[in-house]
């Protein structure tokens, strides 16, 4: 069955480190790859997508996420992490035939110590 | 502005009683889709509709009905057979042309029963 998987439910950093939030996936062929962000109450906001080509995808907000075939993950980073980026974030991707619906990952919840 | 509104932004239901969440977008895509997001979970796919008048059951479809007359609006009702609706409910939609095939979401609608 295809699925995804965020291993880290929680992860707390300060405010200026660096952030590498994981997600790896499971499916048959490459997929289409996301990560978007919500906020408490919120709708979600994408922060940036893989379709094909370079494998490192630039996204709003200082994001930056790199795709690696040879280990099906998609893992988020950011360089210097603002403590308006406290937020969970979630993985999800989506097949390029049939129902293109998205699948998520569980979520990974960001704290951000001053 | 181009978006996707849903609303009531909370609901309240009854034992045995049917809801319906509005969900309208301006952005002239042709797939919607509605997700159930429960507390520590990623979002799980209950419909969706790839084109006006065609819809299509997802992963827990059960209890939930939907309607797609136009374009614009994707309905969804969550009937007395749908035994535990308390969850947050976001609504997206996206184009379908090859390589857009991103999805935009809604604020969301929290059902909370009485």
Known sequence: AQSVTQPDI???????ASLELRCNYSYGATPYLFWYVQSPGQGLQLLLKYFSGDTLVQGIKGFEAEFKRSQSSFNLRKPSVHWSDAAEYFCAVAL?????ALTFGSGTRLQVQP | DGGITQSPKYLFRKEGQNVTLSCEQNLNHDAMYWYRQDPGQGLRLIYYSQIVNDFQKGDIAEGYSVSREKKESFPLTVTSAQKNPTAFY???????????ETQYFGPGTRLLVL
């Open chain 1, 96 to 100: 390029d035939t049939g129902r293109r």
């Open chain 1, 10 to 16: 929680h992860i707390t950093v300060s405010e200026g």
């Open chain 2, 90 to 100: 976001l609504c997206a939609s996206s184009p379908r042309e090859a390589g857009r």
